[in-house]
């Protein structure tokens, strides 16, 4: 997604293509100069004065120049700082899809807030702050969007809207019979069933209110009609639907697979970046006509990064620290931060390369959510504390909302 272009006194750029397997015989796996968007990074601690964006991206290459979008270079799931001598004490599954997952869901590796993802914790927070706010996906089931018992129920949405609460009724009223069942309070009823029946109750109540408020809204631009495009799409529309909601403050999941390049690497993200490309350029447009692009922000993350060594079939297989991105129209934008390694070869000098080009994270993902959840509303202190239990283990390696935003917050 990002390489180095010009380097120096360093010449990372030759480095970066080195381990990406450039050699007599083969160009490797990695972009040449001329194939890059190239970007000025914009900050003097980063080894490289320009960088590079895959070309199929570029919407990123024209929102960053923009100032609505940036980077964060070497950036992964942490718990604490670790190099290549302790990295192993980080308590996950380190290199497995599931596990890193889960866990960069729930961006609490010491699980101080059990079974919650860090969506979850900002809603409960907004909610205790009595500030409106909805969490959905509209990518199945997620703990990211999930909060402590009695916290903000996530919605759950399909690419193509929501369906009906029962589509297929066996009795004409069948909706009228379960609300009067779970209404039948007797005095031997008890706390669960009561508790049951309310939350039900409930369900079916938000579900009729955003099923109908949803149906009658349309965007202006046209949309992928499948994966990421028609997922962005439904986010959209309900984001024209949040006055009849009553909310002040929306969260959505969207997902993209097809990145587990353990072969044919080049060629399998030209298709997933067009297709990212794509949908980012409709959402971003109809955004700016609902007039709602400053009040937006995008953040993107993946569980690891891969390989830069290739393997034998052109494909890079499980790495760790990586680039990720957000944009926003709020954003202090066109800026690289983090920091880009400036080897990527494993040696006793090198702290942060482990074999094949794996790089050990400079950055966690705290360095992007902390200023973010400052700019959703969230207060340091007690209130950041919960929604990002280990941001206090990273000195100096956190963005702050002046810090991300810029001059909306001087």
Not at 145 to 173: M, R, T
Not at 205 to 228: I, M, N, Q, R, Y
Not at 287 to 305: I, M, N, P, R, Y
Request: aromatic share 8%; net charge negative; charged share 20%.
């Amino acid at each position: 997604m990002l390489a180095p272009h010009t380097c120096a006194p360093i010449n990372v750029y030759e480095r970066f293509r080195a381990i990406r397997g450039k050699n007599s015989l083969s160009e490797g796996i990695g972009l040449t100069l001329d194939e890059m968007l190239v970007i000025d990074g914009n900050n003097p601690d980063q080894p490289c004065s320009t960088f590079g964006i895959h070309p199929n991206l570029s919407i990123l290459h024209a929102l960053y120049n923009d100032g609505d979008a940036a980077f964060i270079a070497n950036a992964g799931l942490m718990g604490e700082p670790v190099d290549v001598n302790n990295y192993r004490q980080t308590p996950v599954q380190l290199f497995a899809h599931n596990d890193m997952s889960l866990e960069t869901k729930k961006d609490d590796i010491f699980n101080e807030f059990v079974g919650t993802g860090v969506h979850g914790r900002i809603a409960d927070v907004l909610k205790s702050k009595n500030l409106p706010v909805n969490v959905f996906s509209i990518s199945g089931t997620q703990i990211v969007n999930v909060g402590e018992p009695g916290g903000v129920a996530p919605f759950i949405l399909s690419s193509s809207g929501l369906p009906d609460f029962n589509a297929a009724p066996s009795i004409s009223d069948m909706d009228t019979v379960i609300l009067e069942l779970n209404n039948a309070t007797r005095k031997d009823s008890g706390i669960f069933a009561e508790t049951w029946s309310n939350l039900l109750a409930e369900s079916m109540a938000s579900h009729e209110l955003l099923k109908t408020e949803l149906d009658a809204v349309d965007v202006s631009t046209a949309f992928p009609t499948g994966g990421v495009g028609a997922q962005l799409k439904t986010v959209a529309q309900l984001m024209k639907t949040k006055e009849s909601r009553g909310v002040v403050r929306d969260i959505f999941y969207v997902s993209q697979g097809g990145y587990d390049t353990h072969s044919n690497m080049q060629a399998n993200l030209v298709t997933r970046f067009t297709e990212l490309n794509t949908a980012l350029e409709a959402f971003v447009a109809e955004v700016k006509v609902q007039g709602l692009w400053d009040d937006v922000t995008v953040v993107q993350f993946s569980e690891f990064a891969r390989t830069l060594d290739p393997n034998t079939g052109d494909g890079s297989d499980h790495g760790w620290g990586g680039v990720h991105f957000h944009i926003g129209g709020g954003l202090g934008g066109g800026k690289v931060r983090g920091l880009y390694p400036d080897d990527f070869a494993q040696s006793p000098s090198n702290p942060i390369a482990l074999s094949r080009g794996r790089m050990v994270p400079t950055y966690p993902w705290d360095a992007m959510w902390k200023g973010t959840a400052e700019w959703f509303g969230i207060e340091d202190g007690q209130e950041m504390d919960k929604v990002l239990p280990m941001h206090k283990n990273f000195p100096g390696k956190i963005y702050n909302r002046t810090d991300l935003y810029g001059d909306l917050f001087v």
